[in-house]
């Protein structure tokens, strides 16, 4: 499991159909100030951290500065969002941020980036029928199971059904060349989206995938991504 601290006020940057916000495999702790930063992060030992020149508590050159100085909590890559100007360019190369943004950032820069960053597989947003077996009970129902996006390592489905961390699950879909996919997964988070509806959703890591499965999905993804 990756974890990741972002600044609050740059949450709006990750939205969208490649986030972070909802993959398996990744925490996200949200963070405004540096000083909350720097607490979540001698606890947590994040990943990757992502922030602004301008946040609050003590300077973001101070947080760098401690960061890159401890031999405890350095092991962290950063992304430092800035403005375009020259006072704050010259404040980020104090800070030594392994990527610099400024605003308005690039997304379909930003996006793979962070990926990059944390070594994570990139994944393709997907809605398909989905046919979900658990506890060896076959669900004969499979239209109230969808996928939401998949990547290599797991998907985000949508669901009915209540199911909890941890449960396995037998899996089974078609990606758009008709390719058949099945394996198992373990369902790593869940998300209660409606009380009312009883919608959910859950997020998958594969735990049992052939490579020539894992290939066809790589390269959905790929012709997604140059499309």
């Known amino acids: 499991m990756k974890r990741v601290i972002l600044a609050s006020d740059l949450k ?20 405004s100030t540096n000083d909350e930063i720097l607490k979540i992060h001698r606890e947590e030992k994040a990943d990757l951290i992502i922030t602004q020149l301008d946040m609050p508590g003590f300077k973001t050159e101070d947080l760098f500065n401690i960061i890159r100085g401890s031999r405890e909590v350095r092991g962290v890559a950063t992304i430092l969002v800035c403005k375009d100007t020259l006072a704050h360019r010259e404040r980020s190369k ?36 989905l046919a979900v077996g658990i506890q ?35 899996f089974s879909f078609f990606l758009p060349d008709g390719t058949h996919v099945s394996g198992y997964g373990e369902i790593a988070r869940t998300v209660q989206l409606s009380t009312i509806l009883n919608a ?4 998958v890591k594969f735990t049992s995938l052939d490579e020539e499965t894992r290939a066809a999905i790589e390269a959905t993804i790929r012709k997604s991504n140059r499309s």
Not at 14 to 30: A, I, P, Q, Y
Not at 97 to 120: D, G
Not at 144 to 155: A, C, L, V, Y
Not at 200 to 203: D, I, K, P
Request: proline content about 5%; some cysteine; hydrophobic content about 45%.
């Open 12 to 31: 709006d940057l990750l939205k969208g159909n490649n986030s972070l916000l909802d993959r398996e495999d990744v925490t996200v702790f949200f963070a």
């Open 136 to 170: 060896g009970r076959f669900k004969n129902a499979p239209s109230q199971f969808r996928t939401e996006n998949i990547s290599t390592s797991g998907m985000l489905m949508k669901a009915e059904e209540p199911l909890a961390k941890g449960d396995g699950i037998f």
């Open 200 to 203: 959910f959703f859950y997020g």
């Open 94 to 129: 104090v800070c030594n941020a392994n990527v610099v943004f400024t605003v308005p950032v690039n997304i379909a820069v930003l996006h793979p980036k962070v990926q990059e960053l944390l070594n994570i597989a990139p994944r393709k947003f997907y809605r398909a029928a």
